[in-house]
């Protein structure tokens, strides 16, 4: 089976541009969550979407923006990117909305904004 | 949610048992502990997770205290590829994950 994929792996982009980053969760995941994580930190939650509805928001501005798909994969949006955007973006899946299902995390989309 | 404590960073010989312990003194009774793992550059990898009881699986063993305030992930032979940071989270039926600093285990040949 595959796991969950995104894509692209690698970014750059110029400060003030948008940026669409895509990820596919693994099948019959329905839950898809979105993190973000600087280098050397933990990730940061974002965004969580479940059955196409956003089920959880983090602490990130309203630049940040994501929708789920009928066929369960997700975009997330970033308007106005500034250079602290640069990051590796990290798409989860998972069975359900709750953290005890489990979450299937990709390899991420490294964003580099100059 | 409950903060997590963890060493920044352990080593551990190859072959042998990689014990990561992780505080958590303000656990509630409907958080669970999990572990997920990062090899450099790569998503986070799902190792084990917990609420009361002690819990083995395929890739390690997770030890709750009986009062829930500290829990110990166990690698029975670690191997280089366990080389990872290791993140131990707290969470209740909450929808996401809150990752802390981690431990930087790095297993020597």
């Known amino acids: 089976d595959a796991g969950v994929t995104q894509s692209p792996t690698h970014l750059i982009k110029t400060r003030g541009q948008h940026v669409t980053l895509r990820c596919s969760p693994i099948?019959?995941?329905?839950?898809v969550s979105w993190y973000q994580q600087v280098l050397g930190q933990g990730p940061q939650f974002i965004f969580q979407?479940?059955?196409?509805?956003?089920?959880g928001r983090g602490n990130f501005p309203d630049r940040f923006s994501a929708r789920q798909f009928p066929n369960y994969s997700s975009e997330l949006n970033v308007n106005a990117l500034l250079l602290g955007d640069s990051a590796l973006y990290l798409c989860?899946?998972?069975?359900?909305?709750?953290?005890?299902?489990?979450?299937?995390f990709g390899s991420g989309t490294r964003l580099t904004v100059v | 949610d409950a903060k997590t404590t963890q060493p920044p960073s352990m080593d551990c010989a190859e072959g042998r048992a990689a014990n990561l312990p992780c505080n958590h003194s303000?656990?509630?009774?409907?958080?669970?502990v999990y572990w997920y793992r990062q090899i450099h550059s790569q998503g986070p990898q799902y190792i084990i997770h917990?609420?009361?009881n002690n819990e083995t699986n395929e890739m390690a063993s997770l030890i709750i205290t009986e009062d829930r305030k500290s829990s110990t992930l166990i690698l029975p032979h670690a191997t280089l590829r366990d080389t990872a940071v290791y993140y131990c989270?707290?969470?209740?039926?909450?929808?996401?994950?809150?990752f802390g600093s981690g431990t930087q285990l790095t297993v020597l040949p």
């Open positions: 989860a899946s998972s069975l359900g909305q709750a953290s005890y299902y489990g979450y299937t």
């Open positions: 099948s019959g995941h329905k839950s």
């Open positions: 303000t656990i509630s009774g409907n958080e669970y």
């Open positions: 989270i707290v969470e209740g039926s909450a929808r996401q994950l809150t």
């Open positions: 979407y479940y059955e196409k509805e956003e089920r």
């Open positions: 917990g609420l009361k």
